[in-house]
């Protein structure tokens, strides 16, 4: 990364900065704001933080993946949230999390290779009746089974090659 991208990341980075600069133990949410901002957190990103807090990266880096909130490869097109609550999980969503894992050939937290999608298991979605649920892009599916959530995506994969969008 030359100087003026570190620079640039530094000035979009310098609102959330400035507003934890005399809160002790700021790091997470700091993070958790960074994120937000960019979709992931980037070795640049988790680089200008440490220059800014004057830590070493590899101490944010440590953090960081402590918790499992934060990414660190940037979200796919569309993000398919998994629901691993109670319900869901008597419902049989980890056969629904396997049928994804082969599908994409990612696990979660990881995004395919063309960007398309990222998996990410969530807790409860708020609609334990209808489970199992999923949610891609803020649109939830339910009561899935493999079968149905793998017709799903492809109708995902279909728009994507027509350009549209589902
Ligand atoms: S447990 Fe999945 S929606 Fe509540």
């Known amino acids: 990364m030359n100087d003026t991208e570190m620079q640039n990341i530094k000035r979009e980075l310098q609102p959330i900065l400035a507003e934890y600069a005399n809160v002790k133990g700021a790091l997470i949410p700091i993070l958790q704001h960074a994120q937000a901002k960019f979709g992931y957190l980037s070795e640049e990103v988790m680089e200008a933080i440490a220059d800014e807090l004057k830590m ?52 979660n937290g990881e995004t395919t290779k063309d960007g398309l999608f990222s998996i990410q298991e969530v807790a409860c979605l708020g609609c334990c009746s209808l489970a199992p649920v999923c949610m891609i892009n803020g649109t939830t599916y339910a009561k899935l089974t493999s079968d149905k959530l793998s017709k799903i995506l492809d109708q995902y994969i279909e728009a994507d090659k027509k350009g549209e969008a589902v």
């Open 56 to 107: 070493s990266p590899s101490d944010i880096y440590g953090v960081a993946t402590f918790y499992a909130q934060f990414r660190f490869t940037p979200v796919g097109k569309n993000v398919i949230k998994i629901c691993q609550g109670t319900a869901c999980h008597v419902g049989g969503s980890e056969s629904l999390a396997a049928m994804l894992e082969q599908k994409l050939g990612i696990k």
